[in-house]
T-cell receptor, first 114, second 111 residues
């Protein structure tokens, strides 16, 4: 089946620093990548949708200058949390579409900002 | 109002019990419907799609009522391994095919 590799699986960073999260589609071309955030005991909230080679579309309330998304190729999309603060601590997860399997999720990244 | 609403639970049931989860969605343009399962600190995994005619996969039965904008999931003969959070998910087939997640219903199956 389709596989999306997401790295890192967890990261701890200092407040004010930036963190990059990568999602790679290993055996298919991900034409669209969705980025979600999940706070404890809450559901996945869509942050943005990115299509290869074009600018990401952000959901209402998501700061595009803070959460930089790059989808430069059909197999790689990145999310960079810039100037991270403790309130950005969350579970970030990507989901790729582009196959008959529908949506394939990465395994998620647990970000803790201290 | 949330676009997809679920009872958060938790549902605490003994092994072998039958349990039912409900979900409502507010956007009548929703076209595709799914139930996902999410274990603690893991990514969600597709449990089953939901079709208008209703569909069954082993111990799991899903139903969709488009007129009432209501989706259900029935689990028969609960197993300990069924303990997880069950997410109701809808898809709006506009240009972006976004998945919209409910907040999930937590199930605890006890011995």
């Amino acid at each position: 089946g389709a596989v999306v590799s997401q790295h890192p699986s967890w990261v701890i960073c200092k407040s004010g620093t930036s963190v990059k999260i990568e999602c790679r589609s290993l055996d298919f071309q991900a034409t669209t990548m969705f980025w979600y955030r999940q706070f404890p005991k809450q559901s996945l909230m869509l942050m943005a949708t990115s299509n290869e080679g074009s600018k990401a579309t952000y959901e209402q309330g998501v700061e595009k200058d803070k959460f930089l998304i790059n989808h430069a190729s059909l197999t790689l999309s990145t999310l960079t949390v810039t100037s991270a603060h403790p309130e950005d601590s969350s579970f970030y997860i990507c989901s790729a579409s582009g196959t008959a399997y529908g949506y394939t999720f990465g395994s998620g990244t647990r970000l803790t900002v201290v | 109002r949330k676009e997809v609403e679920q009872d958060p639970g938790p549902f605490n049931v003994p092994e072998g019990a039958t349990v039912a989860f409900n979900c409502t969605y507010s956007n009548s343009a929703s076209q595709s419907f799914f139930w996902y399962r999410q274990d603690c600190r893991k990514e969600p995994k597709l449990l089953m799609s939901v079709y208008s005619s209703g569909n069954e996969d082993g111990r799991f039965t899903a139903q969709l009522n488009r007129a009432s904008q209501y989706i259900s999931l029935l689990i028969r003969d609960s197993k300990l391994s069924d303990s997880a959070t069950y997410l109701c998910v809808v898809n709006r087939q506009n240009s972006s095919y976004k998945l919209i997640f409910g907040s999930g219903t937590r199930l605890l199956v006890r011995p």
